[in-house]
């Protein structure tokens, strides 16, 4: 069992930045695919970005590439969301996931993901 926690949400000015942390207790840890996926209350969990721990590639979305950046420390068993330039479009709860994932198509996919953090609230005020 893999427990994820998400923090560092909070309240921001629109261009502002933002990191969130995700932190695992699991051993291996290493081995997964760490993706971040948001939600505005009444829509679908949007997939944001993507890492593989080992190796560390990255993958985005077309709606953040360039301004989020995805990281990982598998000596802290953390990942972190750089957020910069934050729009108000940015404003939902943020949630990473953690899971065993071969393709980039698939790390999209919410419902690939076998483990999920509680989610931190991040919103961007114009």
């Known amino acids: 069992q893999v427990q994820l926690v998400e923090s560092g949400g909070g309240l921001v000015q629109a261009g502002d930045s933002l990191r969130l942390s995700c932190t695992a207790s699991?051993?291996?840890?290493?081995?997964?695919?760490v993706g971040w996926f948001r939600q505005v209350s009444g829509k679908e969990r949007e997939f944001v970005g993507s890492i593989r721990l080992s190796g560390g590639s990255t993958y985005y979305a077309d709606s953040v590439k360039g301004r989020f950046t995805i990281s990982g420390d598998n000596a802290k068993n953390t990942v972190y969301l750089q957020m910069d330039s934050l729009k108000p479009e940015d404003t939902a709860v943020y949630y990473c996931?953690?899971?065993?994932?071969?393709?980039?198509?698939?790390?999209?996919?919410?419902?690939?993901?076998?483990?999920w953090g509680q989610g931190t609230q991040v919103t961007v005020s114009s």
């Open positions: 996931a953690a899971g065993w994932i071969d393709s980039l198509t698939m790390m999209t996919i919410p419902r690939k993901y076998d483990y």
């Open positions: 699991a051993r291996s840890f290493s081995t997964y695919v």
